[in-house]
């Protein structure tokens, strides 16, 4: 997989196909290796690039203390840019929907198209921060075994399907408990999107499974009714990562919505 290396970091992604491209952005606490299912599907219609954030993946160094979403959109700008592109379709699962909104507050010029998979605009409540605060100096001082172990228990034992809770598993070894702690401090401090929402006018696709217990459907449809071109694919049997619980439904989507861009 190639690597960007720029004075500051360097950014581990994966590139495949030609045409426009699909740009998306990972799952909190996963990596780009989250999107594997949909490369030869996605590749077909679009060129896809998925880059690593801070700390996950093969991307160093880790963000400082806090990985906001600022920062994974502002690197996600970056990479296009150096990659000479103009203007990408910007997908993005829960934490990555959460660097999409924020690449569309921070770049919009540059956006074609988005995806919003298995995520939302509002904000942490107080509680939800506290909670990822706790989490992130629990895994400073217990690492990605405990991180797992918590996991577990939020997406119901990471997943039903086995091949899919196996990858899950190894993403989350893979990754740096201070890349960990780092992200769930950044989207502690993420601003709520909800306002913005009306003023995303370029075609949206919204994407949730239909047993997502963190982003239920009916939130993603509320999200997806204050956007003003946006549709709704709800995916049967996926949770809350629905692209690896059922790849095909996900990637139908998804070239559906890429060909109706014309
Ligand atoms: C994710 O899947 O990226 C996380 O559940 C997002 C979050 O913790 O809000």
Redesign the pocket.
Known sequence: MPTLTTKTQSIHYIDHGERDTLLLL?????SSAMWKPQIPALSAVSRVIAPDARGFGGSRPVADAVLTMDTIADDARTLIDALGISRVVIGG????G?GALAFWRRHRAKVRAMILA???ATP?SDEGRTG?HTFATKTLELGAEWVVEQMAS??QRLSPIPEVDQMLRSMILATQPEGVAAA?RG?AVRPDSTAMLAEIDCPVLVIVGAEDS?VPPVRARKMADAIPNARVVEIAGAG??SNLEQPEAFNEAVVDFIRSLG
């Open positions: 990972h799952a909190f606490p996963l699962l829960s934490m990555g959460y298995d995520t939302r942490d990822r939020k997406l769930q989207m963190l809350h990562i």
